[in-house]
Nanobody, 123 residues
Framework: QVQLVESGGGLVQAGGSLRLSCVAS????????MGWYRQAPGKQRELVAS???????NYADSMKDRFTISIDNAKNTVYLQMDSLNPEDTAVYYC?????????????????WGQGTQVTVSS
C-alpha cells in the first residue's frame, strides 16, 4: 500500500505565502513524478506543478511566477512554495504521485492521490 499525506494548508491573507508538503510512504520502489493539483468550488481539478525525481519541473502558466515546486527524493516528499497568494488561489490542493510500487516481489506502476489540503486566501 502507498499513501500520500499532505500538510501545510490553511488560511492566509492575500499577498501571503504558504508551503505545502506531501509525503509518500509505503511499498515504494521508485518515484517517477510527483505533483500538485488544485480544485476550486465548481471548477475542474487543474495541474499546479509537477516535478520528476530528476527535478525536471512543469508549471501551469498562471502559477509559474509565484509557485515553486521541489522534491526531496530521500524523504519521498514534494513541496510547493506558494507566494503572492490571491483569493483566486483558494482551492483544495491535492498531491499526486506517479510511481512504481513493490509488493510480494512484484513491481507495478500506479498513480496515487492524496486526500487534499484546503488553502483559503482572504482578501
Amino acid at each position: 500500500q502507498v499513501q500520500l499525506v499532505e500538510s501545510g494548508g490553511g488560511l492566509v491573507q492575500a499577498g501571503g505565502s504558504l508551503r505545502l508538503s506531501c509525503v509518500a510512504s509505503g511499498s515504494i520502489f521508485r518515484i517517477n513524478t510527483m505533483g500538485w493539483y488544485r480544485q476550486a468550488p465548481g471548477k475542474q481539478r487543474e495541474l499546479v506543478a509537477s516535478i520528476s525525481s530528476g527535478s525536471t519541473t512543469n508549471y501551469a502558466d498562471s502559477m509559474k511566477d509565484r509557485f515553486t515546486i521541489s522534491i526531496d527524493n530521500a524523504k519521498n516528499t514534494v513541496y510547493l512554495q506558494m507566494d503572492s497568494l490571491n483569493p483566486e488561489d483558494t482551492a483544495v490542493y491535492y498531491c499526486n504521485a506517479d510511481l512504481t510500487a513493490s509488493m510480494y516481489g512484484f513491481k507495478y506502476a500506479r498513480n496515487y492521490w492524496g486526500q487534499g489540503t484546503q488553502v483559503t486566501v482572504s482578501s
